[in-house]
């Protein structure tokens, strides 16, 4: 129904930027909140954002606002991550990932694209 591609992952130094794309094709996103989600080896996955894709109304990890943009670009059906001043720590395979409201804070997220890795060297 959903095919997501992501990318623009890569290598990138300590305080950096990047940005990251994901491509949606096969259904209509109006009622989608557009999802970005990474996982660092030996981790477990970690939420970064979402975005929806009608309001542009976004929500961000703590631990990460100030830090991480998403954004969308109607015309090419694409959700952008925008990453600055880039750490170490940042280095992961980054997901996104379309999902529909279940409750005020949740969402069930039914499909995913394969990943892009980003490595930030020191």
């Known amino acids: 129904q ?8 890569g290598l990138v130094q300590a305080g950096g930027s990047l940005r990251l794309s994901c491509a949606a094709s096969g259904r209509t996103f109006s009622n989608y909140d557009m999802g970005w989600f990474r996982q660092a080896l030996g981790k477990e996955r970690e939420f970064v954002g979402r975005i ?5 109304s976004t929500y961000y990890a703590d631990s990460l606002k100030g830090r991480f943009t998403i954004s969308i670009d109607n015309a090419k059906n694409t959700v952008y991550l925008q990453m600055n001043s880039l ?3 940042d280095t992961a395979v980054y997901y996104c990932a379309a999902g ?4 005020d804070t949740q969402r069930r997220y039914d499909y995913w694209g394969q990943g892009t890795q980003v490595i930030v060297s020191s």
């Open 2 to 9: 959903v095919q997501l591609v992501e990318s623009g992952g």
């Open 52 to 56: 929806n894709w009608s309001s542009g």
């Open 87 to 89: 750490k170490p720590d």
């Open 100 to 103: 529909v409201r279940v409750r």
